[in-house]
């Protein structure tokens, strides 16, 4: 298979025909080989216009709902990001082949340590931070970021995860059961301002997000 060829129908017939816009999101997805990033059996689906499983109730998004997060996270090159669900890497090495600096927290060790390898044998490492553990939390030491992106779904937002925002940032998240409200939370000092994108479908969040009041 021509991988080089499919992502370039990837970016023109899933991502500019439906608004993609941000050249940085454009050439990143045109750039990194999301056949990398997926379990051996299923590169040769790699660039199709859905999700895929790269493990139990685990999957790498679409590409078109990879590119409205990114862009609508507004990264410049040189900003920081945090990403919650570190998963495949893929999401990570978009944002790292836009110049951006990741933190990137997964709560499975396993998929971590095949991201970590996803994204070396990518060419994708460069920039990009891995960590085990409840993104619920965020990654305190490395704030504040220019923009979040959560790709679990929590019942709402984690408190931690906007207080990490820098003045000026964007979390984008999907919000809620089953179907989830992706959430984009713009951060002006301390006033947060919310809008709602459109439907998606994430896996839920675990750890602290799952129990009835997670602030305890
Ligand atoms: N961004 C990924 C896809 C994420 S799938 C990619 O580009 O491939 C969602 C991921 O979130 C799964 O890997 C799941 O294990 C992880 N996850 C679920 N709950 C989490 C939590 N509380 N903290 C960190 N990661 C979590």
Same mark, same amino acid.
């Given at each position: 298979?021509?991988?080089?060829? &499919? #992502? ?10 439906? /608004?993609?816009?941000?050249? =940085?999101?454009?050439?990143?997805? /045109? !750039?990194?080989? =999301?056949?990398? %990033? ?6 040769? %689906? ?27 996270? #507004? ?17 990570? +090495? ?6 951006? &600096? ?13 991201? !970590?390898?996803?994204?070396? &044998? ?8 891995? #960590? ?12 504040? %970021?220019? !923009?979040?992106?959560?790709? +679990? ?13 820098? *003045? /000026? ?11 989830? *409200?992706?959430?984009?939370?713009? =951060?002006?000092? *301390?006033?947060?301002?919310? &809008? ?5 479908? %994430?896996?839920?969040? #675990? ?7 997670? *602030?305890?």
């Amino acid at each position: 298979m021509d991988f080089a060829k &499919e #992502r370039e129908r990837m970016v023109q017939r899933q991502l500019v025909p439906r /608004g993609i816009r941000d050249e =940085r999101v454009l050439a990143a997805m /045109g !750039a990194v080989p =999301r056949h990398r %990033f997926v379990p051996a059996g299923q590169q040769r %689906f790699a660039y199709d216009d859905c999700p895929l499983p790269i493990g139990p109730e685990q999957t790498i998004s679409q590409p078109y709902i990879v590119a409205l997060m990114s862009e609508c996270a #507004r990264l410049d090159s040189g900003d920081r990001a945090l990403e919650i669900g570190t998963g495949s890497g893929y999401q990570a +090495a978009v944002l790292a082949a836009m110049g951006v &600096e990741v933190w990137s927290v997964e709560i499975a060790a396993e998929l971590s340590r095949q991201a !970590a390898a996803n994204l070396r &044998e990518a060419g994708c490492a460069g920039g990009v931070h891995l #960590r085990v553990g409840d993104g619920w939390t965020g990654w305190p030491e490395a704030a504040p %970021f220019q !923009a979040v992106l959560v790709t +679990a779904a929590p019942l709402d937002v984690p408190h931690p995860l906007l207080e990490q925002l820098a *003045d /000026g940032g964007r979390l984008v998240a999907p919000v809620g059961l089953s179907v989830q *409200d992706l959430v984009l939370v713009r =951060r002006e000092g *301390d006033d947060y301002h919310r &809008e709602s994108l459109i439907p998606v479908r %994430f896996v839920p969040m #675990r750890g602290r997000a799952e129990s009835p009041s997670p *602030d305890d």
